[in-house]
């Protein structure tokens, strides 16, 4: 998953990876899709942050093939927020894959980190 983060999300968004006038939007978006993935328990535990297009997918997955999902799940995101569908019927086929991107990515981890949310008390 080699690349740069940011710009490989403005190739999804059809933006050049040398056009910056929409960075900040851009970077509002991906930070907000990976605060959603911290949440689930995905990535780093003290949170991860895209500044610039110097930060790679392997900085969030680590060597995991097993979250290539994330990939998605940052541009659908980030394409949700920066240019949303213009028919109701897209909208809600972008966000039905989104739930299931969620919902398949917290399997994932529950699988391989999954922790106790009623560990047994110790005396």
Do not use: C
């Not at 780093?44 to 969030?60: C, H």
């Amino acid at each position: 998953m080699a690349g740069s983060i940011l710009d490989d999300t403005k190739k999804m968004l059809g933006i050049a990876a040398d056009y910056t006038a929409f960075d900040v939007d851009i970077l509002v978006n991906i930070n907000s899709a990976f605060a959603t993935l911290t949440q689930l328990g995905l990535g780093p535990t003290e949170g991860f942050l895209v500044e610039d297009n110097t930060i790679q997918w392997e900085a969030f997955t680590g060597s995991n093939k097993k979250l290539v999902s994330v990939k998605m799940y940052v541009f659908q995101k980030s394409k949700l927020g920066f240019d949303p569908p213009t028919t109701s019927f897209h909208l809600e086929a972008l966000n039905a894959q989104l739930l299931q991107l969620e919902w398949r990515l917290n399997v994932e981890r529950e699988s391989t980190e999954w922790t106790d949310p009623n560990p047994p008390e110790t005396p």
